[in-house]
């Protein structure tokens, strides 16, 4: 089911009435992003879904997703005018095992259709988390804060500015399969604004409902 108005302006989640500006999960928990938005509700059809995409090396379901983000926020993309889409960075290991990082595929076909660098070296998985399941909001930020990194090669650019001709973007994207309690956007938003990086929006294919 796609992701209607009216939305939390932080997170892109619907919201029971145009009275309510943010989600209860947005006004509980700390937002180091700017905004984002999802494009479906994670239920059973979309967990199914994104499980094939992930587990089953299904990667053609997001030719579908990526055409449906591409015109759905072709809009958003254009007011952000960002320098650079991100992909949510999974840990080397896993990628090895799977082949392939699903949110970077994505990041990829919206790059083309946008005509705007996917950049895969700039944040990274540094360490592996265990699995977030059993983790309340809390504890899932605390797993993950640690777990992403800037590149040094960039946070030194960041620092010195006239030696690499400012390499840190201004504005960045940062793109996955599926935003649930926030807590893996808003641990990379931290890392990202922390290295210097100004503006960070996210878009994803599905978003949970949250509380
Ligand atoms: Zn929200």
Same mark, same amino acid.
């Given at each position: %089911?796609?992701?209607?108005?009216?939305?939390?302006?932080?997170?892109?989640?619907?919201?029971?009435?145009?009275?309510?500006? !943010?989600?209860?999960?947005?006004?509980?928990?700390?937002?180091?992003?700017?905004?984002?938005?999802?494009?479906?509700?994670?239920?059973?059809? /979309?967990?199914?879904?994104?499980? /094939?995409?992930? !587990?089953?090396?299904?990667?053609? !379901?997001?030719?579908?997703?990526?055409?449906?983000?591409?015109?759905?926020?072709?809009?958003?993309?254009? !007011?952000? +005018?960002?320098? %650079?889409?991100?992909?949510?960075?999974?840990?080397?290991?896993?990628?090895?095992?799977?082949?392939?990082?699903?949110?970077?595929?994505? /990041?990829?076909?919206?790059? +083309?259709?946008?005509?705007?660098?996917?950049?895969?070296?700039?944040?990274?998985?540094?360490?592996? $988390?265990?699995?977030?399941?059993?983790?309340?909001?809390?504890?899932?930020?605390?797993?993950?804060?640690?777990?992403?990194?800037?590149?040094?090669?960039?946070?030194?650019?960041?620092?010195?500015?006239?030696?690499?001709?400012?390499?840190?973007?201004?504005?960045?994207?940062?793109?996955?399969?599926?935003?649930? $309690?926030?807590? $893996?956007?808003?641990?990379?938003?931290?890392?990202? +604004?922390?290295?210097?990086?100004?503006?960070?929006?996210?878009?994803?294919?599905?978003?949970?409902?949250?509380?």
């Amino acid at each position: %089911m796609p992701v209607r108005q009216p939305a939390c302006r932080k997170c892109g989640k619907e919201v029971p009435g145009q009275h309510h500006e !943010y989600c209860l999960d947005c006004i509980r928990h700390k937002r180091t992003f700017d905004s984002g938005a999802a494009l479906f509700h994670y239920n059973d059809a /979309a967990r199914h879904s994104l499980a /094939a995409v992930k !587990y089953k090396n299904r990667r053609e !379901y997001l030719d579908f997703y990526g055409t449906a983000i591409q015109y759905r926020f072709e809009k958003a993309i254009r !007011y952000w +005018k960002p320098d %650079m889409l991100i992909p949510v960075p999974i840990h080397p290991s896993r990628r090895r095992q799977r082949g392939y990082n699903q949110a970077e595929e994505l /990041a990829i076909r919206l790059g +083309k259709a946008w005509n705007i660098p996917v950049c895969t070296r700039l944040l990274f998985r540094a360490r592996k $988390t265990t699995p977030q399941r059993d983790l309340n909001p809390t504890e899932r930020l605390k797993n993950l804060q640690e777990a992403f990194r800037v590149h040094p090669e960039f946070l030194s650019d960041a620092r010195n500015p006239e030696v690499s001709g400012g390499k840190l973007p201004d504005c960045v994207v940062l793109i996955d399969d599926i935003y649930t $309690t926030g807590s $893996t956007i808003e641990a990379c938003s931290r890392v990202l +604004k922390a290295a210097g990086i100004k503006e960070i929006h996210y878009l994803s294919i599905c978003i949970g409902d949250g509380k």
